[in-house]
Protein backbone atom coordinates (compact mmCIF):
# COMPACT_ATOMS: atom_id res chain seq x y z
CA UNK A 1 0.00 0.00 0.00
CA UNK A 2 1.01 3.90 -0.35
CA UNK A 3 -0.28 6.27 1.46
CA UNK A 4 -0.47 9.99 0.08
CA UNK A 5 -0.93 11.82 3.74
CA UNK A 6 -1.11 15.10 2.03
CA UNK A 7 -4.57 13.91 0.31
CA UNK A 8 -5.69 12.30 3.75
CA UNK A 9 -8.39 14.37 5.49
CA UNK A 10 -8.56 11.68 8.30
CA UNK A 11 -12.32 11.49 7.68
CA UNK A 12 -12.11 7.63 8.55
CA UNK A 13 -13.65 6.10 5.84
CA UNK A 14 -11.79 4.02 5.15
CA UNK A 15 -11.76 2.59 8.44
CA UNK A 16 -15.58 2.15 7.96
CA UNK A 17 -15.20 0.26 4.95
CA UNK A 18 -12.55 -2.10 6.69
CA UNK A 19 -14.13 -2.68 9.79
CA UNK A 20 -17.42 -3.37 7.80
CA UNK A 21 -16.43 -6.29 5.78
CA UNK A 22 -13.72 -7.61 8.79
CA UNK A 23 -16.66 -7.34 11.58
CA UNK A 24 -19.97 -6.41 10.16
CA UNK A 25 -20.18 -3.22 11.84
CA UNK A 26 -18.67 0.33 11.57
CA UNK A 27 -15.97 0.44 14.37
CA UNK A 28 -12.70 2.17 13.11
CA UNK A 29 -11.48 0.99 16.40
CA UNK A 30 -11.57 -3.00 15.18
CA UNK A 31 -10.12 -1.74 11.24
CA UNK A 32 -6.74 -2.93 10.33
CA UNK A 33 -5.44 0.44 9.23
CA UNK A 34 -5.01 3.15 11.71
CA UNK A 35 -4.98 7.40 10.85
CA UNK A 36 -2.89 9.42 12.98
CA UNK A 37 -3.95 12.80 13.34
CA UNK A 38 -0.70 14.57 13.28
CA UNK A 39 -0.32 18.63 14.49
CA UNK A 40 -3.26 19.51 16.02
CA UNK A 41 -5.25 17.69 13.38
CA UNK A 42 -3.83 19.94 10.52
CA UNK A 43 -2.45 16.43 8.34
CA UNK A 44 -3.39 12.93 9.09
CA UNK A 45 -1.51 9.91 7.97
CA UNK A 46 -3.16 6.96 7.67
CA UNK A 47 -0.76 3.76 8.63
CA UNK A 48 -1.15 0.12 7.17
CA UNK A 49 0.50 -3.06 6.94
CA UNK A 50 3.70 -2.72 4.46
CA UNK A 51 3.76 -6.11 3.78
CA UNK A 52 7.69 -6.26 5.00
CA UNK A 53 10.00 -7.93 2.54
CA UNK A 54 11.87 -9.35 5.48
CA UNK A 55 8.86 -9.36 8.06
CA UNK A 56 9.78 -8.85 11.32
CA UNK A 57 6.63 -10.31 12.74
CA UNK A 58 7.02 -13.43 10.76
CA UNK A 59 10.40 -13.82 12.04
CA UNK A 60 9.65 -13.91 15.59
CA UNK A 61 6.19 -15.87 15.52
CA UNK A 62 7.29 -18.60 17.71
CA UNK A 63 4.00 -20.55 16.00
CA UNK A 64 5.03 -20.09 12.95
CA UNK A 65 1.04 -18.47 12.53
CA UNK A 66 2.36 -15.59 10.33
CA UNK A 67 3.72 -16.81 6.63
CA UNK A 68 3.61 -14.74 3.29
CA UNK A 69 1.07 -16.38 0.58
CA UNK A 70 1.90 -17.31 -3.10
CA UNK A 71 0.53 -13.46 -3.80
CA UNK A 72 2.97 -11.73 -1.44
CA UNK A 73 1.09 -10.60 0.85
CA UNK A 74 1.70 -11.99 4.50
CA UNK A 75 -0.95 -13.33 6.55
CA UNK A 76 -2.00 -14.86 9.89
CA UNK A 77 -3.34 -18.23 10.30
CA UNK A 78 -5.82 -18.02 12.94
CA UNK A 79 -5.64 -21.95 13.52
CA UNK A 80 -1.90 -21.27 14.29
CA UNK A 81 -2.08 -18.21 16.66
CA UNK A 82 -1.73 -19.10 19.88
CA UNK A 83 -2.37 -14.87 20.85
CA UNK A 84 1.30 -14.29 22.33
CA UNK A 85 1.32 -11.00 21.06
CA UNK A 86 4.91 -10.69 20.32
CA UNK A 87 4.17 -10.30 16.48
CA UNK A 88 2.21 -7.03 18.02
CA UNK A 89 5.97 -5.41 19.78
CA UNK A 90 7.64 -5.84 16.67
CA UNK A 91 5.48 -4.91 14.37
CA UNK A 92 7.43 -1.46 13.19
CA UNK A 93 4.36 0.17 11.92
CA UNK A 94 2.23 -1.13 14.98
CA UNK A 95 -0.70 -2.06 12.78
CA UNK A 96 -0.53 -5.75 14.21
CA UNK A 97 -3.46 -6.13 17.01
CA UNK A 98 -4.71 -8.81 18.91
CA UNK A 99 -8.37 -9.03 18.27
CA UNK A 100 -10.76 -8.46 21.55
CA UNK A 101 -12.86 -11.52 20.84
CA UNK A 102 -10.46 -14.04 20.07
CA UNK A 103 -7.42 -12.92 21.37
CA UNK A 104 -5.54 -13.57 18.19
CA UNK A 105 -3.41 -11.82 16.22
CA UNK A 106 -5.19 -10.02 13.68
CA UNK A 107 -3.97 -7.59 10.52
CA UNK A 108 -4.48 -6.10 7.28
CA UNK A 109 -4.40 -9.06 4.35
CA UNK A 110 -4.79 -6.49 1.45
CA UNK A 111 -8.51 -7.89 1.07
CA UNK A 112 -6.94 -10.70 -0.93
CA UNK A 113 -5.36 -8.30 -3.19
CA UNK A 114 -8.56 -5.35 -3.54
CA UNK A 115 -8.49 -3.35 -0.66
CA UNK A 116 -11.80 -1.72 0.50
CA UNK A 117 -10.03 1.10 1.99
CA UNK A 118 -8.80 1.89 -1.33
CA UNK A 119 -11.79 1.69 -3.12
CA UNK A 120 -13.55 4.11 -0.02
CA UNK A 121 -11.29 6.44 0.13
CA UNK A 122 -12.99 9.50 -1.67
CA UNK A 123 -9.27 11.57 -1.58
CA UNK A 124 -6.73 9.03 -3.31
CA UNK A 125 -4.85 9.11 0.10
CA UNK A 126 -5.26 4.94 -0.48
CA UNK A 127 -3.32 3.64 -3.33
CA UNK A 128 -2.03 -0.19 -3.95
CA UNK A 129 1.10 -0.22 -5.29
CA UNK A 130 2.28 -3.25 -6.88
CA UNK A 131 5.54 -4.89 -5.74
CA UNK A 132 6.01 -8.19 -5.90
CA UNK A 133 3.66 -11.22 -7.09
CA UNK A 134 0.09 -9.83 -6.76
CA UNK A 135 0.29 -8.21 -9.84
CA UNK A 136 2.19 -10.99 -11.70
Known amino acids: MHTNFDKCTGCSICQLACSMDLV ?6 RARLLILPKNENLYHIPVLC ?14 KAIFRGDDGIVCIDQDKCIGCGL ?6 MGVIQLDTDTKKAVKCELC ?7 EA ?5 LELAYRGKIND
Do not use: D, F, I, W
Not at 24 to 29: E, L, Q
Not at 50 to 63: F, G, H, I, R
Not at 112 to 118: A, M, S
Open 121 to 125: CPTGA
Open 87 to 92: CTQYCP
Open 112 to 118: QGKPLCV
Open 24 to 29: KGYNPR
Open 50 to 63: NQCENAYCMNVCPS
